[in-house]
């Protein structure tokens, strides 16, 4: 069996039930529906954009449903019929979360045969899901930039984890060693289909589908079972650190030091602030982009004007398409980081950082935007 295929059958395992609720209105009523499916990383983003675009005097419902990066890659990869029938393993099914004007988070129910996705939201490239380039008439599109942490309870008196101590904690286990984190039942991980496992998975050298510990299914799992663990010195787990921004108050991050470093680095400069500073200059190094994966048309555009919208609207290419928001700022408020941000950059998954010189630069409306 294939990579792709095995892939596949585990999208199919995790699919959410199909059976709807009566109070459900269907997603495809709603009005003016862009359908995205994938990383649960990107949550806080696709929150803030949907709030935005429900309040609209003509509105835009964001349709979304995240189970993992890979997930939104296949649906859209394994899409060989976008305009039809649902091909095996691709679409998605059950139900989805849409946002209305105030931000309030609200369910809907997708096609019981399928509904097709107009872009698949992954924090990796298409070839780390796939194992494979993306196939003719499918694009990977780079975003912003999202970091990934590994977090502990507020409880804890951890403070930084080195890479070759995580090498051991999810690698190993039980039997790694690697004190306090040796009792696997307080590992709180995702699963080779999630962006984030997969990008920590390149920084500590541990593949995504052989990591120890408890899969929580999604951020909000790992989040939650971290949050309320009553062995705290004993528990770890990774979330995109977007999501930890907003957990505070139950989670304490942890500084990381990668694999040649002589340190360990927050995300941020200082345990407290919000500055992305060590993301930005490469200090930080377990971090990734929000990839689009959409299928195109000869001319290499988004297929769709539902696609070519979103896309249009996360690049920044209000040439083409108005945007109701300037992205930049949507992307600094969901604790993302703008491109324009960035004074590194990489081309592979966990790839080496070479410097990168944006056209504009917006580094200091990002600082002055966050707070020191």
Same mark, same amino acid.
């Given at each position: 069996?294939?990579?792709? !295929?095995?892939?596949?059958?585990?999208?199919?395992?995790?699919?959410?039930?199909?059976?709807?609720?009566?109070?459900?209105?269907?997603?495809?009523?709603?009005?003016?529906?862009?359908?995205?499916?994938?990383? !649960?990383?990107?949550?806080?983003?696709?929150?803030?954009?949907?709030?935005?675009?429900?309040?609209?005097?003509?509105?835009?419902?964001?349709?979304?449903?995240?189970?993992?990066? %890979?997930?939104? *890659?296949?649906?859209?990869?394994?899409?060989?019929?976008?305009?039809?029938?649902?091909?095996?393993?691709?679409?998605?099914?059950?139900?989805?979360?849409?946002?209305?004007?105030?931000?309030?988070?609200?369910? %809907?129910?997708?096609?019981?045969?399928?509904?097709?996705?107009?872009?698949?939201?992954?924090?990796?490239?298409?070839?780390?899901?796939?194992?494979?380039?993306?196939?003719?008439?499918?694009?990977?599109?780079?975003?912003?930039?999202?970091?990934?942490?590994?977090?502990?309870?507020?409880?804890?008196?951890?403070?930084?984890?080195?890479?070759? $101590?995580?090498?051991?904690?999810?690698?190993?286990?039980?039997?790694?060693?690697?004190?306090?984190?040796?009792?696997?039942?307080?590992?709180?991980?995702?699963?080779?289909?999630?962006?984030?496992?997969?990008?920590?998975?390149?920084?500590?050298?541990?593949?995504?589908?052989?990591?120890?510990?408890?899969?929580?299914?999604?951020?909000?799992?790992?989040?939650?079972?971290?949050?309320?663990?009553?062995?705290?010195?004993?528990?770890?787990?990774?979330?995109?650190?977007?999501?930890?921004?907003?957990?505070?108050?139950?989670?304490?991050?942890?500084?990381?030091?990668?694999?040649?470093?002589?340190?360990?680095?927050?995300?941020?400069?200082?345990?407290?602030?919000?500055?992305?500073? =060590? *993301?930005?200059?490469?200090?930080?190094?377990?971090?990734?982009?929000?990839?689009?994966?959409?299928?195109?048309?000869?001319?290499?555009?988004?297929?769709?004007?539902?696609?070519?919208?979103?896309?249009?609207?996360?690049?920044? =290419?209000?040439?083409?398409?108005?945007?109701?928001?300037?992205?930049?700022? *949507?992307?600094?408020?969901?604790?993302?980081?703008?491109? %324009?941000?960035?004074?590194?950059?990489?081309?592979?998954?966990?790839?080496?950082?070479?410097?990168?010189?944006?056209?504009?630069? %917006? !580094?200091?409306?990002? $600082?002055?935007?966050?707070?020191?």
């Amino acid at each position: 069996m294939t990579k792709l !295929s095995m892939l596949a059958a585990a999208v199919a395992a995790l699919a959410i039930p199909t059976s709807a609720h009566a109070a459900n209105p269907a997603c495809s009523s709603l009005p003016d529906p862009i359908v995205v499916a994938g990383s !649960s990383a990107v949550g806080p983003f696709i929150a803030s954009m949907g709030k935005t675009l429900s309040g609209q005097a003509t509105p835009t419902t964001l349709i979304y449903q995240k189970q993992g990066s %890979c997930t939104g *890659v296949n649906a859209v990869v394994l899409d060989t019929t976008p305009t039809g029938a649902c091909a095996s393993g691709a679409c998605i099914r059950g139900t989805a979360t849409y946002y209305d004007s105030t931000g309030t988070a609200l369910q %809907c129910d997708l096609d019981a045969n399928g509904t097709h996705v107009d872009v698949g939201l992954s924090d990796v490239w298409v070839d780390t899901c796939t194992g494979q380039l993306p196939p003719s008439g499918v694009k990977d599109i780079s975003g912003p930039v999202e970091a990934m942490a590994f977090v502990v309870p507020k409880a804890s008196q951890q403070i930084a984890i080195l890479a070759e $101590e995580a090498y051991f904690v999810f690698g190993y286990g039980m039997t790694g060693q690697a004190k306090p984190w040796v009792n696997e039942m307080q590992l709180f991980v995702r699963n080779a289909l999630s962006g984030t496992q997969q990008i920590m998975a390149h920084t500590v050298s541990v593949p995504a589908g052989r990591w120890k510990g408890i899969d929580k299914g999604n951020a909000d799992g790992v989040i939650s079972a971290v949050g309320t663990s009553t062995a705290p010195e004993a528990t770890i787990g990774i979330v995109g650190a977007a999501d930890y921004d907003q957990h505070r108050d139950t989670l304490t991050e942890l500084a990381f030091q990668s694999f040649h470093q002589k340190g360990a680095y927050y995300p941020d400069s200082t345990a407290t602030s919000f500055d992305k500073k =060590n *993301v930005r200059d490469g200090h930080y190094t377990a971090f990734g982009y929000l990839h689009m994966v959409t299928h195109v048309n000869g001319t290499g555009d988004p297929a769709t004007s539902a696609s070519l919208r979103f896309v249009d609207w996360i690049t920044g =290419n209000t040439t083409r398409t108005a945007a109701p928001f300037d992205i930049t700022d *949507v992307t600094i408020k969901a604790h993302l980081i703008p491109t %324009c941000a960035m004074k590194v950059q990489r081309n592979s998954e966990g790839g080496a950082l070479s410097p990168f010189h944006p056209a504009t630069d %917006c !580094s200091t409306h990002f $600082e002055q935007t966050v707070g020191q």
